[in-house]
């Protein structure tokens, strides 16, 4: 398995940006597809960005135009660069493979609120 731990969340104002870094540890990192999570307050988990091994990447519709989901198979790392901030991005956001086989970090929250 691959271990994921998340960071770069916090507080900002809509309209804003937040850049998320996910740091794996494990087996090679870079053979597998890769997704974005993110869990409000209430729902399931839904994938928000994935890429493939081909460096292909998908979009849920609620986020399309604002997020964008980028590695370094060097590092062993991803990234999720958010702009335009929504309240309804409010979640915690989490890294995975894509399906998620692995498990789940903590994540790292994000709230966007003025």
């Known amino acids: 398995q691959v271990q994921f731990v998340e960071s770069g969340g916090g507080l900002v104002q809509p309209g804003g940006s937040l850049s998320l870094s996910c740091a794996a540890s494990g087996r090679r990192f870079s053979i597998y597809n890769k997704g974005w999570y993110r869990q409000a307050p209430g729902k399931e988990r839904e994938l928000v960005a994935s890429e493939t091994t081909l460096g292909s990447t998908k979009y849920a519709d609620s986020v399309k135009g604002r997020f964008t989901i980028s590695r370094d198979s060097a590092k062993n790392r991803m990234y999720l660069q958010m702009n335009n901030l929504k309240p309804e991005d409010t979640a915690v956001y989490y890294c995975?493979?894509?399906?998620?086989?692995?498990?789940w970090g903590q994540g790292t929250q994000v709230t966007v609120s003025s």
């Open positions: 995975n493979e894509d399906p998620p086989w692995s498990s």
